[in-house]
């Protein structure tokens, strides 16, 4: 085999291997089956249970720990765990957010993610979390606010895996304010209000139980409150 057959059969080959990896570069992660997704959550749960007991810096109070059984969840469902389109704000942006003892604080925004739920096209703001760029934080409260789950709302941590954002609702947690009323949290924009029941993640249990229906329950007429003076404010400075 001559020189210049040899190097056109390199050449070849080497282009072969450049779509084949500009393939894998653009095809999209392969999704989480449903049993590695249950059993991700289950040993996350547990440890984040074992965390909330015994740590010293845990949310739960330390009246509350002795009975402290494991926080309640909705069960893990696979249809909460949704691909997202994040659509970035400009450079800069920024809004006020206000917080359950009526402070505020200016957030960057991230964008706004597009995704559908159980059929319904929703969209939430993202922020980013402080001092990164890479990281999201996702405030919203849904149908279940003040009911079922805690009335200021459930947040979300997300991070991007191979470019593309994922949200998983089964992750949903409640602030630490649900837990203690000596902590400060930011309480979900009008924009992140979803219109359906994510029943998914973090969830209120029974009455007394670890401590968070209680304290839940006490805060969620402030936080109520606080949300309409928020409107009312937002809607004074438009005019």
């Not at 049993?35 to 330390?62: C, F, G, H, V, Y």
């Not at 059929?119 to 409260?141: N, Q």
């Not at 789950?149 to 304010?177: M, S």
């Not at 979900?188 to 359906?196: F, G, S």
Request: with cysteine.
């Amino acid at each position: 085999m001559n020189r210049q057959r040899l190097l056109y059969i390199g050449l070849g080959l080497g282009a072969l291997l450049l779509v084949l990896q500009v393939v894998s570069l653009s095809s999209p992660a392969p999704a989480e089956s449903p049993a590695a997704l249950t059993q991700r959550l289950r040993t996350e749960r547990a440890d984040k249970d074992r965390w909330m007991k015994t740590a010293a810096d845990s949310p739960l109070p330390d009246s509350a720990r002795a009975g402290f059984t494991g926080l309640p969840y909705y069960p893990i469902d696979a249809a909460y765990c949704v691909p997202a389109q994040l659509v970035r704000a400009a450079s800069g942006d920024s809004i006020t957010l206000s917080y359950t003892r009526g402070q505020t604080d200016r957030l960057g925004v991230a964008g706004t993610l597009s995704f559908t739920l159980r059929g319904r096209e929703l969209s939430l703001i993202a922020y980013y979390e402080t001092g990164s760029d890479e990281r999201l934080f996702v405030p919203f409260t849904d149908s279940t606010s003040g009911g079922e789950t805690y009335g200021g709302g459930r947040y979300l941590q997300l991070e991007a895996k191979g470019g593309r954002w994922t949200i998983d609702f089964n992750a949903a947690y409640h602030p630490y304010c649900g837990y203690d009323v000596e902590y400060v949290c930011p309480i979900p924009p009008r924009e992140n209000r979803l219109p359906v029941a994510v029943r998914a993640g973090e969830r209120l249990g029974a009455r007394g139980r670890g401590g968070v229906q209680a304290v839940a329950a006490e805060l969620d007429g402030a936080v109520e409150l606080l949300v309409a003076s928020a409107a009312t404010a937002r809607g004074a400075a438009a005019v």
